[in-house]
């Protein structure tokens, strides 16, 4: 089978640019020897190993973009993405996050991968099942993210380091540390952000929610001036 034409094969066998071990065998099962294949597909650049038993197309198989948030789903799990990554594609951050961020209920670990950059953060397991949503992308891709609330309150229970004690110190946190923009606070829902609250049993995200719900109703006041 020429070249072309196996690529052919292949693709139409494998629909996704990211796909597991048993997929992979799947698709080379008219092989006598699929493994050796496998080998030959990773020297040849046509296929990359991400970690063991995950692979993505390379440049010259590949249809679309990978997807790293479904890839940092796969990785290691159960995860959602979630804290500054998703901030930042929410456009509520200023700056471009790299590294897929994640939450798991498992340890925390790091891993760096020809796709780049997965760092995974330990939260309590009974805040782990709230706020998560499944996001539906292109080429079929489905991946589990944190609603913008559950993103933020996800960073501010990891940032062990900063005390924010009142609604004064939470806005300095929101406004002057990670520098979101005070016109994009409505976005929050601040009756997700109380009900996370009591799942993290974290006086730190109550906080959080008073401030949300003080500062809509004075925007909301000043609007109506």
């Given amino acids: 089978m020429s070249r072309e034409l196996f690529r052919e094969h292949l693709r139409n066998r494998i629909a996704t640019e990211e796909f597991d071990y048993q997929t992979l065998l799947d698709a080379l099962r008219e092989y006598a020897h699929p493994r050796d294949k496998i080998t030959s597909l990773l020297r040849d650049g046509l296929i990359i190993r991400v970690k063991k038993g995950l692979y993505i197309f390379g440049d010259a198989f590949r249809r679309r973009p990978i997807s790293r948030e479904l890839l940092a789903n796969l990785i290691y799990g159960p995860s959602y993405i979630s804290l500054e990554y998703v901030l930042s594609i929410h456009g509520l951050i200023p700056e471009r996050v790299e590294t897929v961020t994640s939450v798991v209920y498992g340890r925390s670990r790091i891993f760096n991968t020809p796709a780049g950059r997965f760092t995974y953060r330990r939260i309590r397991p009974e805040a782990y099942s709230i706020g998560i949503t499944r996001i539906e992308a292109e080429g079929g891709v489905a991946y589990l993210a944190a609603s913008p609330e ?76």
Avoid at 160 to 186: F, N, P, Q, V, W
């Fill in 150 to 225: 559950k993103a933020l309150a996800d960073l501010i229970v990891s940032d062990r380091g900063t005390k924010l004690a009142s609604g004064r110190a939470m806005e300095s946190y929101l406004l002057d540390h990670l520098r979101i923009d005070g016109d994009e606070l409505h976005r929050f829902d601040a009756a997700l952000v109380l009900t996370i609250a009591r799942r993290y049993r974290s006086r730190k995200i109550r906080i959080l929610a008073e401030f949300l719900t003080e500062r809509t109703s004075r925007d909301r006041e000043t609007r109506h001036e």
